[in-house]
């Protein structure tokens, strides 16, 4: 686990470079524990069907303690299905959110996360997190990648967000293991699309903006290690076909405060909502 709440001028400045960085060993083993054990019971009470590859998520809103209060509920999907859950029982769905919560409240993570945007304080967007999963014998290569949140939702705004992060929940130590597939600097090549463009672009690019993207990289690391990616970064989830094992990774979708008013702006400016990190 890091010693003190910050990041080293390399890490910053690949971070500027490249969009993301990788933290080792920021989320301890006793915490990681009991969140999957969380997670074991959700997937025993409401799992795939048999058979299943692929991708299978769950989202969990009404996070405990944190700002932006939405109502309680868990949603499943996973390979084009989606319905709300009725069949958890309430106490794996109150374990389930306590444990994401202490992930960003009892562990560096979210002091991190508001060290590389500079702030004393951030959101947690929609008050949500979204645990991602990759069912092994997924052979899959994703041809692109995508950014988030290229839709009005209910309150008027986009979904966008600031800064993307990803806690590993298992070892990801090698590829086509589930991982998530990154394409580094296209947040810059995003804000120079947006700025030609115009931002009201984001809303027709149906998630994946008509630029000529570089060759993608995929995140390995063991579990505990957390991703930090910018908003505009493309990303995608790739296959699962040289691992025997179910891969896990928690997401929460973090938010500058005011973002929802300035978003045309951040979408123009990959450096506006990141006051931690210099630029280069």
């Not at 048999?50 to 998520?57: K, P, T």
């Not at 580094?184 to 690019?205: I, N, V």
Request: proline share 7%; aromatic share 8%; hydrophobic share 35%.
């Amino acid at each position: 686990m890091p010693e003190q709440i910050g990041f080293t001028p390399e890490q910053l400045r690949a971070f500027d470079r490249d969009g993301y960085i990788v933290i080792r060993e920021v989320v301890p083993s006793e915490v990681l524990a009991d969140v999957n054990a969380a997670i074991d019971r959700m997937f025993a009470e409401d799992a795939p069907p048999e058979g299943a590859v692929g991708q299978w998520y769950y989202w969990i809103s009404g996070l405990r303690g944190m700002p932006e209060g939405s109502p309680d509920g868990i949603s499943i999907d996973g390979r084009g299905m989606q319905r709300r859950d009725a069949s958890l029982s309430g106490a794996t769905s109150t374990a389930v959110r306590s444990e994401l919560t202490r992930v960003l409240l009892e562990t560096p993570t979210l002091k991190l996360a508001k060290a590389l945007v500079g702030v004393p304080s951030i959101e947690v967007g929609w008050n949500m997190s979204q645990i991602a999963m990759s069912l092994p014998g997924f052979s899959h290569r994703p041809g692109a990648g995508h950014i988030d949140g290229c839709q009005i939702n209910e309150d008027g705004y986009p979904g966008t967000f600031t800064l993307l992060v990803g806690v590993l929940l298992t070892d990801q130590t090698t590829e086509n293991s589930g991982n998530l597939w990154v394409w580094p600097g296209t947040h810059h090549m995003h804000a120079e699309y947006f700025r030609a463009a115009g931002p009201e672009a984001l809303l027709e690019c149906e998630s994946t903006p008509p630029i000529k993207l570089p060759e993608p990289v995929q995140i390995c690391g063991k579990a505990g290690d957390v991703v930090f990616a910018h908003y505009l970064l493309s990303h995608n989830s790739g296959g699962n076909y040289e691992s025997s094992d179910i891969r896990r990774c928690a997401y929460y979708r973090l938010r500058r405060l005011g973002h929802a008013e300035h978003w045309r702006d951040a979408v123009r400016d990959a450096r506006l909502e990141f006051d931690g990190v210099p630029a280069y």
